[in-house]
């Protein structure tokens, strides 16, 4: 298939050369052109090396998949500009963290099949030659719309790629359970700039189950079937599982970057405000980082 990656990241780099290695035509999209060719060593298990054409608008032009892997809050700004040049079968798959980012944009895309997908992957671009694959995970890839429920065809083509992923019919669900786990560690790692094992210590984790005695009450009237004690063993799981990481929130305060905060815990304040319901331990994590970005960005 001819590929283009719009924003080759960590993640997006990760997959940008696992699809390149299963043979396919791909291509990197990024906000900066120059050079036109880019050069990516692939460490995993075998290592290996790509090279990349960079922005070529022909390879967007007969692009079948466009992989959109920047960060929610760039979605817009990123994918916009370069719709005039799609045809309409290309496919578009979204996968980042937090939710929201396309449904502002549905008037734009939905004439094109959309899937979202969310991965438990780990990488980590170290420079713009390297990629590292520093944690194998799974994907799971659904539909966002009628004219993606047609290509369920692209769960063959990635897992033929980067196993293993499944294909979830009911992606949205995959989805609330992710930016539930993101909504416990994100804002608080980022908040004490601490690794993510550090919310094991008692003093941190009460916060951790407050916020997700919260989430698990918008979790329940957004209809997704999740007990209390599934939802807190599970963000165990993953902070037990990425104790020794920092987590991309925690980053991203770290660099002084704009963070995904309005995708995550602004979302299920969203959500929650929908629904008539408050979360005033998330609101006041969101309050904090959102304050944080005024100082620093
Ligand atoms: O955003 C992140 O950092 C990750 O999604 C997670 C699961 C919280 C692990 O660090």
Request: charged fraction near 15%.
């Amino acid at each position: 298939m001819n590929i283009t990656i719009l924003g080759p990241g960590a993640v997006g780099s990760l997959w940008a050369c696992y699809l390149q290695k299963a043979g396919h035509n791909v291509c990197l999209w990024t906000r900066n052109s120059i050079p036109s060719e880019q050069s990516l060593s692939l460490s995993a298990n075998e290592n290996s090396s790509h090279q990349f054409k960079i922005n070529d608008k022909q390879a967007l032009i007969d692009c079948d998949l466009l992989v959109i892997t920047v960060k929610a809050w760039q979605v817009e700004s990123a994918l916009l500009p370069l719709l005039p040049l799609l045809s309409k079968e290309t496919i578009l798959l979204f996968m980042h963290n937090g939710m929201g980012a396309i449904d502002n944009l549905k008037e734009h895309i939905n004439h094109h099949p959309i899937l979202q997908a969310t991965t438990t992957h780990g990488a980590l671009k170290e420079n713009n030659t390297n990629v590292i694959h520093t944690g194998y995970g799974n994907t799971s890839l659904g539909p966002f719309n009628p004219l993606g429920k047609q290509c369920q065809f692209i769960q063959d083509v990635l897992n033929h790629s980067l196993p293993s992923v499944d294909w979830n019919p009911e992606i949205n669900i995959a989805l609330w359970k992710k930016l539930a786990i993101n909504c416990a560690i994100n804002p608080l790692t980022a908040i004490h700039q601490c690794k993510n094992g550090q919310l094991e210590q008692l003093d941190i984790h009460q916060y951790v189950v407050s916020i997700c005695s919260e989430v698990h009450e918008i979790l329940q009237k957004e209809g997704i079937e999740w007990s209390y004690s599934e939802l807190l063993s599970s963000v165990n799981q993953v902070i037990k599982a990425t104790s020794a990481n920092y987590s991309s929130m925690n980053r991203d305060c770290f660099y002084q970057r704009k963070t995904e905060i309005d995708f995550i815990t602004g979302y299920l304040l969203k959500r929650a405000k929908f629904h008539g319901i408050s979360a005033p331990i998330n609101q006041s994590l969101y309050n904090q980082i959102k304050q944080f970005e005024e100082n620093t960005l």
